[in-house]
């Protein structure tokens, strides 16, 4: 199943909104855990695993790119805002695996607040749910679901907001390269 962090947009940093036409692309940095478990959280699906992001929120290209590494695996999520819709983005990543929206509430370009309503391409199902940003930090809960309508696992990750050094350090030790 592909990857698809919190993909928020504010850090303690930022309480702000920013001018779109004015900013310029600003990288954050996180670690943390993703769990996978029953729809209900009672069983896990595997133990906690550690995961790295990178965000580039980039207001005056009117997208996000995240990056988001996980044990011996890395993953590519943009979201490009819709035209005439300044809290909707359109949601893929570059291996083309799920399409979608992720829609924003909360000041513009600071975030606090957002949604999933995603499709996987394999026409596996869909995943949907929300995330919020905190201060240094973001929390995710996402339901992903058959086509028939069954809700088959819960996923859901903390995110620490770290230095570039940490994320580089951590990054390396969950997928070294080739």
Do not use: N
Request: net charge negative; glycine share 10%; with cysteine.
């Amino acid at each position: 199943m592909a990857s698809v962090a919190a993909l928020a947009c504010r850090g303690p940093e930022s309480p702000a909104p920013v001018a779109p036409a004015a900013a310029q692309a600003v990288a954050t940095y996180y670690v943390g855990t993703t769990t996978t478990t029953s729809p209900d959280g009672q069983q896990a699906y595997g133990p906690a695993r550690t995961i790295a992001v990178r965000r580039t929120v980039d207001p005056a290209g009117g997208r996000i790119e995240e990056i988001v590494v996980h044990p011996g695996e890395v993953f590519v999520t943009v979201l490009r805002r819709r035209p005439g819709d300044a809290a909707v983005f359109d949601a893929d990543d570059r291996s083309h695996s799920f399409t979608g929206t992720v829609s924003f509430t909360g000041p513009e370009w600071a975030w606090t607040a957002w949604t999933y309503d995603l499709a996987m391409s394999d026409g596996s199902g869909t995943l949907t749910g929300s995330g919020r940003a905190g201060p240094g930090s973001l929390d995710t809960d996402k339901l992903f679901v058959t086509p028939d309508g069954q809700q088959r696992a819960r996923i859901r990750e903390h995110l620490e907001e770290v230095d570039e050094s940490t994320y580089t350090r951590t990054r390396a030790e969950l997928a070294p390269a080739p």
